[in-house]
């Protein structure tokens, strides 16, 4: 919930400074502990964030962690794609393209408008001072990244491509953020943060936007042009912002919908979403060399 560019800060849910003092900090948390506690007419979401918050940076050694991790004292993770460490020899699955790379671009690009002399646009204290839809193209490269470490280790049955061009569609940003072919099935995936928790309304996603209804009709796109057959639609979300690991929205338009943490998605994805058939043997490899002569990157 504090990793990302649209969320609050541990020290922001606290109400201190990142250099407040320690003996501040601890007075700081008694008293949002006292104003958000649901005994005297708080919220209790908040209240269990003020909680989580002061695990963050409670004590020096946690602190010190959190801080080197979200730029407050060097280095932000935030910064770039790290390949990461391996400790296993499996095979990985076949992957093509750069996820969260087209909006790392975009966010840089439109960083250097915005602040021509900013040093460092990965620096969450100059994060935090962009307008909202910059730190949203943040957030979604952040997300893709995520989303690709987990695929990666999905095995070599597996292919996916990453940053998936939608032919003919209407905004320059239309894209599929994942596509996964493997023999439980053809799914666009769809990175997703919205920096607090995930609510539905009518089998769609909660918000300004509809994208449910989106990624349905990017999916249709890719679909006809490469004449395949997607098995389901699956939205991504970090494990703190949903209730459940796992939110069957139903079929809409003839395409099961799940939501889903980061956490389970290689469960769902190695075991297929409910109600969809498998892929095997030669029609396998029909699809992906489909997809192969069909699929431009962003």
Known sequence: MFDSPLSASAYEVLGVAPDASDDDLRRAFRLQLRRTHPDTGGDAAVFIRVQRAWEQVGTPEDRAAYDRGHGFAGESEWSG???????????????HGEAGGWLRRQYVARVRDFAPDAVDPYDPAFVRTVPVELRMLLAGALAEEATSRILADLGMGFTVWHDVAVPRYPEDDGKIDHVVLGPSGLFGVMSADLGTDVRFRSGEIAGPDAPVADLLSRIR???RAARVRFSAAIFVFPDDDLAEAAVPLGSVRGMPVVVVRRSVLRT???SGVHGTRVIGGNELFDVRTRLQQTVRLS
């Open 221 to 223: 796109l890719l679909s």
């Open 268 to 270: 769902i994805l190695r």
């Open 81 to 95: 794609w790290r390949e990461p460490v391996r400790t296993d020899t499996r095979p990985r699955a076949k992957f």
